[in-house]
């Protein structure tokens, strides 16, 4: 606050700490389990209090008798027996302070029992509070965990007739965590549910269980694994990837594995055997190290660290038995379990608390709402938001149905949320009839006011995954009129736009492979899609029974959806390509002949072709979708099998980062909290930081140094007077190198500053403060961020890429300051790590262009990745050599392309030709792919053409359905 605010106002801090949460917690505890001893800590507080002011009360009337006195002291008898009266009841006084001391200590005994529940209860509270930082929607008042722990301690039908204060402690003990999770995951997205369950294994593990197994150490590892690289030392196993060999050699170095090299060098068959397992998780080999006796929890967070390193796809399957063996199945079922919308809205919430239904987009759930106020009797007002007339409406009706004791249900209040703010004060100021309920519904937005979210209670509605929910919901909502409607083709229409809608949909679960974003595909695409369809059909028809396939306009109802309904959300080339692949290959003629082939591979029955039904009338097609398989394989979607193996694997990494982000921002917010500094000169606060530094501090301080090592002293710039100067190629490395020294100078400056603070030499500033919070809670600082990089870098992990990107800066200085610009050509520059990659394409563009007096509009990128044999590298003065490619969902030697069913596939250095227009073949066989400069899939570099390296395996379409393109540089996948 600036100085001049706090010179006029006082402050004062009500804020929860953790010590006084607990304490609240204890207290409410033992007045709900051991009233008596409560009783006892009331009364004894009350007379200790009292004995104390009697004490000083004596101490005055002395001091009053010595100051009265006249005289001698020994020689007035009255001074002589006042004193003796007043040592007399002093000594009693004192005495019965003794005697309360005693019983405090039994007090002392009983509250100990209950005081790793009280700590519990704190760190769950907080954990609560840090959720906001991997989600915008994660709001939980106090008042909201006051309430889940009243109804443990009060509510619980488990403590009937438990008599015994161990036993009850025990189940009150768990059924928090049970409660606390069943309440906390309906408000959560199902992907972090799981994330929210270790958080709470990992806080019973430290507060709660008497032989608590020390597993600090293994959770940082697990924490820490987005910081393996590869110029860490390894010996490739055979078998094995290179990736899962990096990653080996890693677990290596913690205590517990240092023999597992070794091992795996002993048992390279089984060890490649158990990698290969559909389900490795549960047939973990032991390989840590056996002469140390493990616990249950032990061995399952250990085989957890082993299916990180070797099979990351089924790190989150892993985890869920990791917490199994903690928490019991309780927790584990409640991740899938079913939300009681009813038991929610009629016993949880009180009439001022409303219940925000928030939906992905294209998913309704205000008919859940419908059905629970229909069958349990309550009237319902429901209300349609997003105009002014709605929320007058709104207002009128909450008035009216706070006092007669109604429902009002508000849908898509993210159309509002302006006015949802006096909404919430319209709650705080009334007092409604208990009978009383407000429910909104709203798509999840972050326009939505946060301190609305910690008002109400949150529930999430998630789209059931898979194309047979999809068409299920889909058919449910047609009429049998509509559907049977005349022509009877349209039913068959209506069939294959569903399944494209389907298609198109749950490709979005497997983003950026499936699409390159996430497109607001919804339901409105769908149902405009199908009168789309009426109309063309209508018009065509003109009243007859039957259409030919043939006069069906096929061509309006593909450009229509390519064009407009979904293609007009669409911003990627190459996703409007897949998107054309798609419509081109349902939207047919041949759709309408018998066994026409929706997919090609259908496992679970002995046939490999799934066809479309025979029939038109709702019933046959809701019969047909009802015998698809629950779930499918990503093939029905058009990607490779291993597409399932990369979602897996990026959930298992997304849950890791927020893991780590959510334990150390709870380490560090308690820590900052309980060691503030407030109203002290600069002095006393050097002093008191140097010599009282909190946890956190001296970790920073230990990384801070190792972060220094890691950077290099300097960077050398290039000669300002050059006669290279105007030479394409020469401005942009000058500006690569001018980027490097100043981000380097910067950073270095930064993390010396935080050194120099942690060590308390330094006065914490509010921009020093930010900083160590950012870096002590492994969140990349934005100063630092000047060039496009993957999300999932940690500090380390960024500032070891930053490194092996400023010394390819260094050779390249080297080499241009010989003066030899074609010494250039030859160099091999890794792609994917200069800072503006996109701008080094068209420096060598403009170079070819100035060579040989070309346009830049004639010239076209050709590619050719060299063999692994090629020693000699013969390049004309068009070409360049570039490394670091990677393909995803395929394979290139030339410029041959061919399918891969690796998910990534390292390419060998490529050399990049300009060429002119008429130079490049113009084979039919080729195919256009994009080279994106990592996985998130934002940003091209550039396009080139292909060709297939043989013509039977030749598809256009499936190369993009596919999701085949190259990459500079990924932080994800391996």
Same mark, same amino acid.
């Given at each position: 606050?600036?100085?001049?605010?706090?010179?006029?106002?006082?402050?004062?801090?009500?804020?929860?700490?953790?010590?006084?949460?607990?304490?609240?917690?204890?207290?409410?505890?033992?007045?709900?389990?051991?009233?008596?001893?409560?009783?006892?800590?009331?009364?004894?507080?009350?007379?200790?209090?009292?004995?104390?002011?009697?004490?000083?009360?004596?101490?005055?009337?002395?001091?009053?008798?010595?100051?009265?006195?006249?005289?001698?002291?020994?020689?007035?008898?009255?001074?002589?027996?006042?004193?003796?009266?007043?040592?007399?009841?002093?000594?009693?006084?004192?005495?019965?302070?003794?005697?309360?001391?005693?019983?405090?200590?039994?007090?002392? $005994?009983?509250?100990?029992?209950?005081?790793?529940?009280?700590?519990?209860?704190?760190?769950?509270?907080?954990?609560?509070?840090?959720?906001?930082?991997?989600?915008?929607?994660?709001?939980?008042?106090?008042?909201?965990?006051?309430?889940?722990?009243?109804?443990?301690?009060?509510?619980?039908?488990?403590?009937?007739?438990?008599?015994?204060?161990?036993?009850?402690?025990?189940?009150?003990?768990?059924?928090?965590?049970?409660?606390?999770?069943?309440?906390?995951?309906?408000?959560?997205?199902?992907?972090?549910?799981?994330?929210?369950?270790?958080?709470?294994?990992?806080?019973?593990?430290?507060?709660?269980?008497?032989?608590?197994?020390?597993?600090?150490?293994?959770?940082?590892?697990?924490?820490?694994?987005?910081?393996?690289?590869?110029?860490?030392?390894?010996?490739?196993?055979?078998?094995?990837?290179?990736?899962?060999?990096?990653?080996?050699?890693?677990?290596?170095?913690?205590?517990?594995?240092?023999?597992?090299?070794?091992?795996?060098?002993?048992?390279?068959?089984?060890?490649?055997?158990?990698?290969?397992?559909?389900?490795?998780?549960?047939?973990?080999?032991?390989?840590?190290?056996?002469?140390?006796?493990?616990?249950?929890?032990?061995?399952?967070?250990?085989?957890?660290?082993?299916?990180?390193?070797?099979?990351?796809?089924?790190?989150?399957?892993?985890?869920?038995?990791?917490?199994?063996? @903690?928490?019991?199945?309780?927790?584990?079922?409640?991740?899938?379990?079913?939300?009681?919308?009813?038991?929610?809205?009629?016993?949880?919430?009180?009439?001022?608390?409303?219940?925000?239904?928030?939906?992905?987009?294209?998913?309704?759930?205000?008919?859940?709402?419908?059905?629970?106020?229909?069958?349990?009797?309550?009237?319902?007002?429901?209300?349609?938001?997003?105009?002014?007339?709605?929320?007058?409406?709104?207002?009128?009706?909450?008035?009216?149905?706070?006092?007669?004791?109604?429902?009002?249900?508000?849908?898509?209040?993210?159309?509002?949320?302006?006015?949802?703010?006096?909404?919430?004060?319209?709650?705080?100021?009334?007092?409604?009839?208990?009978?009383?309920?407000?429910?909104?519904?709203?798509?999840?937005?972050?326009? !939505?006011?946060?301190?609305?979210?910690?008002?109400?209670?949150?529930?999430?509605?998630?789209?059931?995954?898979?194309?047979?929910?999809?068409?299920?919901?889909?058919?449910?909502?047609?009429?049998?009129?509509?559907?049977?409607?005349?022509?009877?083709?349209?039913?068959?229409?209506?069939?294959?736009?569903?399944?494209?809608?389907?298609?198109?949909?749950?490709?979005?679960?497997?983003?950026?492979?499936?699409?390159?974003?996430?497109?607001?595909?919804?339901?409105?695409?769908?149902?405009?899609?199908?009168?789309?369809?009426? @109309?063309?059909?209508?018009?065509?028809?003109?009243?007859?029974?039957?259409?030919?396939?043939?006069?069906?306009?096929?061509?309006?109802?593909?450009?229509?959806?390519?064009?407009?309904?979904?293609?007009?959300?669409?911003?990627?080339?190459?996703?409007?390509?897949?998107?054309?692949?798609?419509?081109?290959?349902?939207?047919?003629?041949?759709?309408?002949?018998?066994?026409? !082939?929706?997919?090609?591979?259908?496992?679970?029955?002995?046939?490999?072709?799934?066809?479309?039904?025979?029939?038109?009338?709702?019933?046959?097609?809701?019969?047909?979708?009802?015998?698809?398989?629950?779930?499918?394989?990503?093939?029905?979607?058009?990607?490779?099998?291993?597409?399932?193996?990369?979602?897996?694997?990026?959930?298992?990494?997304?849950?890791?980062?927020?893991?780590?982000?959510?334990?150390?921002?709870?380490?560090?917010?308690?820590?900052?909290?309980?060691?503030?500094? @407030?109203?002290?000169?600069?002095?006393?606060?050097?002093?008191?930081?140097?010599?009282?530094?909190?946890?956190?501090?001296?970790?920073?301080?230990?990384?801070?140094?190792?972060?220094?090592?890691?950077?290099?002293?300097?960077?050398?710039?290039?000669?300002?007077?050059?006669?290279?100067?105007?030479?394409?190629?020469?401005?942009?490395?000058?500006?690569?190198?001018?980027?490097?020294?100043?981000?380097?100078?910067? !950073?270095?400056?930064?993390?010396?500053? !935080?050194?120099?603070?942690?060590?308390?030499?330094?006065?914490? $500033?509010?921009?020093?403060?930010?900083?160590?919070?950012?870096?002590?809670?492994?969140?990349?600082?934005?100063?630092?961020?000047?060039?496009?990089?993957?999300?999932?870098?940690?500090?380390?992990?960024?500032?070891?890429?930053?490194?092996?990107?400023?010394?390819?800066?260094?050779?390249?200085?080297?080499?241009?300051?010989?003066?030899?610009?074609?010494?250039?050509?030859?160099?091999?520059?890794?792609?994917?790590?200069?800072?503006?990659?996109?701008?080094?394409?068209?420096?060598?563009?403009?170079?070819?262009?100035?060579?040989?007096?070309?346009?830049?509009?004639?010239?076209?990128?050709?590619?050719?990745?060299?063999?692994?044999?090629?020693?000699?590298?013969?390049?004309?003065?068009?070409?360049?050599?570039?490394?670091?490619?990677?393909?995803?969902?395929?394979?290139?030697?030339?410029?041959?392309?061919?399918?891969?069913?690796?998910?990534?596939?390292?390419?060998?250095?490529?050399?990049? $030709?300009?060429?002119?227009?008429?130079?490049?073949?113009?084979?039919?066989?080729?195919?256009?792919?994009?080279?994106?400069?990592?996985?998130?899939?934002?940003?091209?570099?550039?396009?080139?053409?292909?060709?297939?390296?043989?013509?039977?395996?030749?598809?256009?379409?499936?190369?993009?359905?596919?999701?085949?393109?190259?990459?500079?540089?990924?932080?994800?996948?391996?």
């Amino acid at each position: 606050f600036p100085p001049d605010l706090c010179s006029r106002v006082t402050f004062v801090n009500f804020t929860v700490t953790h010590a006084s949460l607990c304490s609240q917690c204890l207290d409410q505890c033992l007045r709900a389990e051991r009233p008596e001893i409560d009783e006892k800590l009331s009364d004894l507080l009350k007379l200790q209090g009292q004995f104390t002011l009697r004490l000083r009360q004596l101490e005055k009337a002395l001091l009053k008798s010595l100051s009265d006195c006249e005289g001698n002291i020994l020689d007035n008898d009255e001074i002589i027996k006042t004193l003796e009266k007043l040592k007399n009841e002093a000594a009693e006084v004192q005495k019965k302070i003794d005697d309360t001391d005693e019983i405090m200590k039994e007090v002392k $005994t009983v509250s100990d029992q209950y005081m790793p529940l009280s700590q519990a209860c704190s760190s769950i509270y907080f954990s609560l509070q840090n959720l906001h930082q991997i989600h915008f929607l994660y709001h939980f008042s106090l008042q909201f965990f006051l309430e889940v722990f009243k109804t443990v301690l009060h509510d619980n039908e488990k403590l009937n007739a438990i008599v015994n204060s161990s036993e009850r402690l025990n189940i009150i003990t768990l059924q928090l965590f049970y409660l606390s999770f069943k309440r906390v995951s309906r408000s959560l997205l199902h992907e972090d549910r799981l994330c929210f369950g270790l958080i709470l294994a990992r806080i019973y593990i430290k507060h709660v269980l008497k032989n608590k197994p020390s597993i600090d150490e293994e959770f940082n590892a697990l924490l820490n694994e987005s910081q393996v690289t590869k110029s860490l030392q390894h010996e490739k196993i055979e078998g094995l990837s290179e990736s899962q060999s990096i990653n080996l050699a890693h677990l290596a170095t913690k205590s517990g594995f240092r023999d597992i090299a070794t091992w795996a060098k002993m048992n390279r068959q089984l060890l490649v055997e158990w990698s290969r397992k559909v389900d490795p998780e549960h047939y973990i080999p032991r390989f840590w190290d056996q002469k140390k006796a493990l616990t249950d929890i032990e061995e399952s967070f250990a085989g957890l660290l082993i299916i990180q390193a070797l099979r990351p796809d089924r790190f989150l399957s892993s985890s869920t038995i990791f917490l199994k063996v @903690v928490m019991g199945d309780g927790i584990v079922s409640a991740i899938d379990q079913e939300t009681n919308l009813s038991e929610i809205l009629q016993t949880e919430v009180e009439a001022s608390t409303p219940v925000i239904i928030c939906c992905e987009v294209g998913f309704d759930a205000s008919g859940r709402v419908d059905y629970v106020a229909a069958s349990s009797g309550k009237p319902l007002v429901s209300i349609a938001m997003g105009s002014k007339e709605g929320q007058s409406q709104a207002e009128n009706a909450i008035s009216s149905a706070s006092k007669s004791g109604q429902w009002v249900l508000l849908k898509n209040v993210h159309l509002a949320t302006q006015w949802l703010l006096s909404l919430e004060k319209k709650l705080h100021s009334s007092s409604p009839h208990e009978n009383f309920r407000v429910i909104l519904t709203m798509d999840i937005s972050k326009n !939505v006011p946060s301190s609305l979210l910690r008002l109400g209670r949150i529930v999430t509605y998630e789209a059931p995954p898979g194309i047979k929910a999809n068409l299920s919901r889909t058919f449910s909502d047609i009429s049998s009129e509509r559907i049977s409607k005349l022509p009877t083709e349209r039913a068959k229409l209506y069939l294959i736009h569903a399944w494209f809608h389907a298609v198109v949909q749950e490709r979005l679960r497997y983003l950026p492979l499936g699409w390159s974003k996430k497109y607001d595909f919804n339901e409105s695409d769908l149902h405009c899609g199908f009168d789309m369809i009426d @109309v063309w059909l209508d018009k065509t028809c003109k009243g007859r029974s039957n259409l030919p396939p043939d006069d069906i306009p096929w061509n309006a109802i593909k450009s229509l959806l390519i064009r407009s309904i979904y293609g007009g959300r669409i911003d990627n080339e190459f996703d409007l390509k897949l998107l054309t692949s798609f419509v081109n290959r349902l939207f047919t003629k041949k759709s309408f002949e018998e066994n026409f !082939v929706l997919i090609k591979v259908f496992e679970g029955t002995k046939s490999k072709d799934l066809v479309m039904p025979q029939g038109s009338k709702r019933e046959v097609l809701l019969s047909w979708i009802k015998q698809l398989p629950e779930t499918q394989t990503p093939s029905w979607l058009g990607l490779a099998d291993n597409a399932e193996h990369i979602l897996l694997q990026q959930l298992g990494s997304n849950m890791t980062m927020k893991l780590q982000k959510l334990i150390v921002s709870s380490e560090v917010d308690n820590l900052v909290a309980e060691h503030e500094l @407030v109203g002290e000169d600069e002095r006393s606060m050097l002093i008191k930081e140097k010599h009282s530094q909190p946890m956190w501090m001296k970790t920073l301080a230990d990384q801070t140094h190792h972060w220094l090592t890691i950077l290099p002293k300097n960077l050398i710039n290039l000669p300002k007077k050059s006669q290279h100067k105007k030479h394409p190629l020469y401005r942009f490395f000058e500006r690569e190198i001018e980027m490097g020294i100043n981000l380097l100078e910067d !950073v270095k400056s930064d993390i010396s500053e !935080v050194k120099v603070a942690c060590q308390g030499e330094r006065r914490l $500033t509010n921009k020093l403060r930010q900083l160590m919070s950012e870096l002590a809670k492994v969140i990349l600082p934005n100063s630092w961020v000047r060039y496009d990089v993957s999300p999932g870098f940690t500090v380390t992990a960024w500032l070891l890429d930053f490194n092996e990107r400023l010394k390819q800066l260094q050779l390249i200085s080297t080499v241009l300051d010989d003066g030899d610009m074609t010494a250039l050509r030859s160099h091999m520059i890794w792609l994917g790590g200069l800072f503006a990659p996109a701008a080094f394409i068209t420096a060598t563009r403009q170079t070819v262009a100035e060579i040989n007096s070309w346009s830049l509009e004639e010239l076209e990128l050709n590619i050719s990745v060299m063999k692994a044999n090629d020693i000699k590298i013969n390049l004309n003065k068009d070409s360049f050599i570039i490394a670091g490619l990677k393909m995803i969902g395929g394979n290139c030697i030339g410029n041959q392309l061919s399918l891969s069913d690796k998910m990534v596939t390292n390419l060998h250095p490529a050399i990049i $030709t300009w060429s002119q227009n008429s130079q490049l073949s113009n084979s039919k066989d080729m195919v256009t792919l994009p080279a994106y400069l990592n996985e998130t899939r934002r940003k091209i570099l550039f396009v080139v053409n292909l060709e297939f390296a043989t013509s039977k395996e030749f598809d256009t379409g499936t190369v993009h359905e596919r999701g085949v393109a190259l990459m500079a540089t990924s932080t994800h996948i391996p």
